[in-house]
């Protein structure tokens, strides 16, 4: 069982920086899948990044070129770096593993198996 949660949400401006990481429990960290999604209010959770545990990267085409995804298998730690940001990638943020070590980049929500509790990030126009 993997517990997840997350950290470094907040409020920046428009073009600014942000750095979210997620911070697993689990003795077998490195064959998991780690992804993040984001959920804006009335709108459905979307897939932003994930990290294969083949070290394989995928990105949702609307963050491609501005995060940028990364994994610390030595600290059970993943990470979203978020530049370039943009009113319209406010939402709260979720970070999430697969534990099934699928050939593949899981990129569903009901592909994952474990969720932190969300972090918030606001981009002020």
């Known amino acids: 069982q993997a517990q997840l949660v997350e950290s470094g949400g907040g409020l920046v401006q428009s073009g600014g920086s942000l750095r979210l990481s997620c911070a697993a429990s689990?003795?077998?960290?490195?064959?998991?899948?780690m992804g993040w999604f984001r959920q804006a209010p009335g709108k459905e959770r979307e897939f932003v990044a994930a990290i294969h545990w083949s070290s394989a990267i995928r990105y949702a085409d609307s963050v491609k070129g501005r995060f940028t995804i990364s994994r610390d298998n030595a600290k059970t730690t993943v990470y979203l770096q978020m530049n370039s940001l943009k009113p319209e990638d406010t939402a709260d943020y979720y970070c999430a593993a697969a534990i099934h070590s699928m050939p593949y980049i899981e990129v569903r929500p009901d592909e994952y198996d474990y969720w932190g509790q969300g972090t918030q990030v606001t981009v002020s126009s």
């Open positions: 689990g003795r077998t960290f490195s064959s998991y899948t």
